[in-house]
Nanobody, 122 residues
Framework: QVQLVESGGGLVQAGGSLRLSCAAS????????MAWFRQAPGKEREFIAR???????YIADSVKGRFTISRDYAKNSVYLQMNRLNPEDTAVYYC????????????????WGQGTQVTVSS
């Protein structure tokens, strides 16, 4: 089982940017699908982006054009670059890992980080 630790969250003004990091241990990320989800208070966990072992990327329509996902094999880490943030992006952001390709369902991801809070002020 892979262990995941997120970092990089914080408080930012609307229009600003943040870069979230997810450090993996216990397994190399080159053989698994990595993804980002978020969950706002009172809402369901929402898929944001994923990157496959072939570096195929998929970004949710809700953040397309503002968020990008990438990974660094040498650091065994995945990143979420978030630009032009708005208050609706306020949530706890989670990193997750799966061996199932092409899934955007949280239930298909067996490993999760503890989450990092992102708060966007207006």
């Amino acid at each position: 089982q892979v262990q995941l630790v997120e970092s990089g969250g914080g408080l930012v003004q609307a229009g600003g940017s943040l870069r979230l990091s997810c450090a993996a241990s216990g397994r190399t990320i080159s053989s698994i699908v990595m993804a980002w989800f978020r969950q706002a208070p009172g809402k369901e966990r929402e898929f944001i982006a994923r990157i496959s072992w072939s570096d195929g990327k998929y970004i949710a329509d809700s953040v397309k054009g503002r968020f990008t996902i990438s990974r660094d094999y040498a650091k065994n880490s995945v990143y979420l670059q978030m630009n032009r943030l708005n208050p609706e992006d306020t949530a706890v952001y989670y990193c997750a890992a799966s061996q199932r390709p092409d899934s955007s369902f949280a239930a298909d991801f067996g490993s999760w980080g503890q989450g990092t809070q992102v708060t966007v002020s207006s």
